[in-house]
């Protein structure tokens, strides 16, 4: 495997399910990003991690719990969703913070997620 | 802090003829810029990224960029549309300070007709 790989591709599940989004970097980076893309809304930043540490949560609600267990992996752990969160979520990863230069970020396909 | 505008959200062109997608941009310091681009249903995928040394950038498949610091603007270009360039664009900026690392643009749709 090469490259930002995340799993599932594609997940449906109702508004009391929980589930796990799962994103695996294999390019050595130290900083990771989960984004939500929603139909004709702009790419939203959710969550950074550098060197497994959270550097941002921007505004997500708690029913979104990240978790970053070491530099190459990533999950996004759901739970009682509303159907308002169906989006595309992206995973991405960059070498690291804070050098302008190293912030090129590469992303995964995404997780389609269909809150029902 | 940084910004960037797009000011197309969607652009049209017929096969074989060119591609300018605009981009401006704000920032409080020497900014990196991106292009990225994303194909129905899959991630975003790197076009071309400024990072001080030339102004005119090259990417794959026949893109380029200029950045162009008294305009603040950094346009994506190519001679010549193919009907597989037909995606959604987005440009982002950083200044590579704080924590947040990357703005994206809202993006801009580009239809090629046959």
């Known amino acids: 495997e090469t490259g930002v790989t995340q799993t599932p591709r594609h997940l449906v599940m109702g508004m009391t399910n929980k589930k796990s989004l799962k994103c695996e970097q294999h390019?050595?980076?130290?900083?990771m990003y989960w984004y939500k893309q929603s139909a004709k809304k702009p790419l939203e930043l959710m969550f950074v991690?550098?060197?497994?540490?959270?550097?941002e949560n921007n505004s997500v609600p708690s029913r979104f719990s990240p978790e970053c267990p070491n530099s190459s992996h990533l999950f996004l752990h759901l739970h009682t969703l509303q159907p308002e969160d169906s989006a595309l979520y992206l995973c991405?990863?960059?070498?690291?913070?804070?050098?302008?230069?190293?912030?090129?970020?590469?992303f995964g396909p995404g997780t389609r997620l269909t809150v029902l | 802090a940084q910004s960037v505008t797009q000011l197309d959200s969607h652009v049209s062109v017929s096969e074989g003829t060119p591609v300018l997608l605009r981009c401006n941009y704000s920032?409080?310091?020497?900014?990196?810029l991106f292009w990225y681009v994303q194909h129905p249903n899959k991630g975003l995928q790197l076009l071309l990224k400024?990072?001080?040394?030339?102004?005119l950038v090259k990417g794959i498949n026949g893109f380029e960029a200029e950045f162009k610091k008294s305009e603040t603007s950094f346009h994506l270009t190519k001679p010549s549309a193919h009907m597989s360039d037909a995606a959604e664009y987005f440009c982002?900026?950083?200044?590579?300070?704080?924590?947040?690392?990357?703005?994206f643009g809202s993006g801009t749709r580009l239809q090629v007709q046959p």
């Open positions: 920032s409080s310091y020497s900014p990196s």
């Open positions: 982002v900026v950083s200044e590579g300070t704080g924590r947040r690392a990357l703005t």
């Open positions: 390019l050595g980076h130290n900083a």
């Open positions: 991405a990863s960059s070498p690291q913070l804070g050098r302008s230069r190293l912030n090129e970020q590469f």
């Open positions: 991690y550098n060197f497994k540490e959270q550097t």
């Open positions: 400024y990072t001080s040394a030339a102004t």
